[in-house]
């Protein structure tokens, strides 16, 4: 079997439910409308290709009969290029990628086209990725691009990089508004159920989260 057969059809809507959070067998059946034993089948399947794996069940999550959850054990990009001159395949392995490839990698499926080239140059201009826990994307409108910055330099980040104007190669301005906190600021903010932060932590979208703080602050909602 070719690899990228993996990635079609109930193969690839189990891996999408995955992608989501750990889920059983019978979760993800009745996500998808498919039968639990096509569903073990092809979970059996993926594990043996280590694209997931199953974790601990947690007793004191669900009660009644235990269901293994599994989970994704991989973060690749598969892309494609036909053009005059050139048709390749590739893999890309994210995990062992840098934090430069993911971010890119996250953006350029994230963003529309038109707002790449804004956040490339402010990531890149102001050695970000370098600097930052967890890059997040929040929104864009016309005139501005919202991100969430998770980072031990919040002094820096919020004199110099808060709202930054950034010039595309069509002359047209736009603004990189960062919303810019250490990690233990959030998780105050979330133990108060503050809406601000709440909804800071909900509509982001990683691009980069070297720790993986975004998954565990989104626990942090869900348990409190």
């Known amino acids: ?34 039968s ?15 694209l997931v794996k199953k974790t601990k069940h947690d007793k004191k999550k ?3 009969k235990p269901r293994t959850p599994y989970t994704l054990n991989q973060e690749l990009v598969i892309t494609s290029i036909l053009k005059p001159g050139i048709a390749e395949k590739k893999i890309l392995k994210l995990r062992e ?14 963003l529309k086209p038109e707002d790449h080239y804004y956040l490339i140059k402010f990531l890149c201009n102001t050695d970000m ?7 997040a994307y929040l929104k864009a409108a016309e005139k501005a691009i919202e991100i969430m910055i998770i980072t031990e330099h919040i002094k820096e980040v919020r004199e110099n990089y808060s709202n930054m104007n ?3 190669l069509d002359g047209k301005t736009k603004k990189i508004i960062s919303w810019s906190h250490n990690k233990e600021e959030i998780e105050a903010g979330l133990g108060r159920r503050e809406e601000y932060f709440i909804n800071l ?6 691009l980069l989260d070297k720790k993986g703080y975004i998954t565990e602050l989104r626990q942090k909602i869900i348990e409190a």
């Open 1 to 34: 079997m070719e690899f990228e057969d993996l990635l079609t059809r109930s193969k690839w809507s189990i891996l999408k439910e995955l992608a989501k959070g750990e889920k059983s067998a019978v979760e993800i059946a009745q996500k998808t409308n498919q």
């Open 36 to 50: 639990i034993a096509n569903i073990t089948q092809q979970l059996k399947l993926l594990e043996a290709y280590n």
């Open 62 to 64: 669900k009660p009644g």
């Open 97 to 110: 990628a840098d934090d430069c490839h993911k971010c890119l990698l996250n953006l350029f499926f994230i």
């Open 129 to 135: 990725i370098k600097k930052a826990d967890t890059i």
């Open 166 to 168: 950034i010039t595309g």
């Open 201 to 206: 932590v909900e509509n982001s979208k990683e």
